[in-house]
């Protein structure tokens, strides 16, 4: 009975496998991108992009080619302006971006549209998080603010960032990622798909990450993000906008007393530039005079610039720096509208493919702020999440509602009909 589970197993994992999971411990881990890197260089993970990519689309059937290149437009004109405004002269490397910011949406778009083994997949992906969640605590305590410093590196050849990186510290991204699966981690417990007890210890495993990395941001979005466990199962999405405005009314009417609270919550924990960044946040501009990076006059320098260039933004201008703190908006000053058009198109592509499909199953608010979520930290930070949008999205989404989840809400081809007139023939 058992060799007959093993065999099975195998026969779903196939020729796939490897590359996939290989391109999960390069998402997910610091210390597998140093190490490729150093024994089997840059063009080694190059080549499985490719392949990958190419995979996608050689496998993409032809009821769905249409869809699959309407989602794929906007990535590819948003990167080649991006291309064209660096007047990058490697051209090997310019190309390779733009297939690093293509590969989750192409991976995404493979497992909407294709029966795959979603839950061995999701249980490596938490496997390999939940290691570097205890690498990047355990590194922070031996290395005070070494999940920041990776932040601030100049290259990733720094001597400091491989350090750090041969002992699996996790760095910015990958501590946004790991909030950004929260909404997720909620929804399998709703869902009955998670024990309480392993739910606990995941959270317990997270609360230890968010104090040693000090992020603020990280830290108010999982608080946000835990509201969602009192989300009824068919909260729809007037009822979640409605939801949220009162949550900002509750948090404006109330600031001084909730940011008073987490302020000394953060204090009692032992992260004092949380509290202080806290306290900045909800008590008032005087409480960031002392800080350098006024996160509030970055984010006007880019909105300004945008307004002075509103079409083509920087790309006319004399100045292309930007407050360098958000996506969206550093994009607006950088491109203008011509850049904010594609961007716009990104996201409602995302949508219509990996998040609207669910729109009738249970708890669809979650999924909903899980879509939301992302846009809003690329408005707060730098990044565009692909990883979380794209790629873990639908494949943790199939884990718990069932692996085909989406393939259910294709509608079925129509049944050729035979013209009266042939039929008429053979009478």
Known sequence: MYLEKIKNFLKKLN?????FLFILLMTMTAIVPRLTSMYLTTYFYMNIVIITILFTFITCKINHAREYLLLLLPFIVFELLVMLSRHNDDVLLAGYQVLLFLLPVCIGFYIVTHVCFSEFYTG??????????ITTGIGCINNPSASRTLASTETSQDVTAILYDLQNIGGFNFVYCVVLMVPFLILALKMKKLHISVFLGIIAILIFLLIQVEYTFAILLVMISMMTIF?????GIKQFFLT???????????????GTFLSNFASSL?????????????LGKDSVDHFDDDRGALYMKSIEMFFNHPVFGSLTGTSRKTGGHSFILDNLALYGITGGIPIVLMYAGIYKTFYH?????????????AFLQPIVLSC???????ENLCMFAPMILCTIYGKEVYLSVVPPKPTPEIPVNVLRRKD
């Open 124 to 133: 490596v992906l938490c496997v390999i998080t939940l290691i570097t969640c």
């Open 380 to 386: 707060l930070n730098p990044g565009m999440w692909l």
């Open 357 to 369: 499909p669910l729109k009738d199953q249970p708890y669809y608010a979650i999924v909903f702020w």
């Open 15 to 19: 020729y796939r496998a490897p590359f």
């Open 244 to 258: 949220i405005l009162g949550f900002l009314v509750i948090v404006l009417v109330f600031r001084v007393a909730i």
């Open 270 to 282: 032992g992260i004092q530039q949380v509290a202080d960044k806290i306290s900045a946040l909800f």
């Open 231 to 235: 989300f009824k199962r068919d909260m």
